[in-house]
């Protein structure tokens, strides 16, 4: 119903024959802080997003290309966060794929439908891999992250894993200005902070994270 709301659904990307060029790409390198169950889930998850080309005006869904993380398509438990705790979940790790696609949509300038925050920051200064604002939660079946391609030609995400890091590439033809993205973080109350995302120097979004000892490294 949301999407006939939104008129969302006959706009989805697809998985298509991808003979389209790239000349170009942005990347962006994260780390990954690796486990085993981890890695499985994200490189099925992987070799589904590199194989949809997101047309003109076509909406990236990340559950719709990705579908539901059952121990059928692979899938295996790794820790998440989940309702404010870290548990072992099938999928565990997905959400640092979509973070890092929200995050390199935000530098390449592409319009973003649907991202959702994490309720807790669950990391210190010292362990946090990704600036704190950067993040996209999903779940399936009822949050989700969704992008539109409002350039003038086709785009796609490709991904790079290394040993202990995570590179993803915005592949384009287009003529991008990367934007200049900024987090700016404000300690509202001892176990509340509020994250500013800046675009820009404009004020784009506002993420409030809950702050409590992390229980797991």
Not at 58 to 86: H, M, Q
Not at 145 to 155: A, F, T, W
Not at 164 to 169: D, E, Q, R, T, W
Request: hydrophobic residues 35%; aromatic residues 10%.
């Amino acid at each position: 119903m949301y999407d006939v709301f939104k008129g969302y659904q006959f706009k989805y990307a697809r998985k298509r024959d991808l003979s389209y060029i790239f000349k170009d790409k942005i990347s962006l390198k994260q780390d990954l802080k690796p486990n085993d169950a981890k890695k499985k889930n994200l490189l099925i998850a992987i070799k589904r997003i590199e194989s949809i080309q997101i047309n003109p005006n076509e909406i990236f869904s990340y559950w719709k290309i990705i579908g539901s993380p059952s121990k059928k398509k692979g899938y295996v438990e790794s820790r998440s966060l989940v309702n404010g705790k870290i548990e072992n979940s099938l999928g565990g790790g997905l959400c640092q794929l979509s973070g890092l696609i929200y995050y390199i949509s935000l530098i390449a300038n592409l319009e973003i439908l649907e991202r959702h925050s994490h309720s807790m920051d669950i990391y210190t200064n010292a362990t946090r891999f990704t600036p704190l604002g950067s993040d996209a939660t999903v779940a399936y079946g009822y949050k989700d992250l969704k992008i539109r391609n409002n350039l003038d030609s086709p785009i796609k995400f490709k991904f790079s894993m290394l040993e202990n890091h995570l590179i993803i590439h915005l592949m384009h033809s287009s003529s991008i200005q990367e934007n200049i993205v900024e987090f700016k973080a404000n300690e509202i109350t001892d176990s509340l902070i509020e994250v500013t995302t800046i675009i820009n120097k404009k004020v784009v979004d506002k993420s409030k994270y809950k702050q409590e000892a992390p229980n797991f490294l």
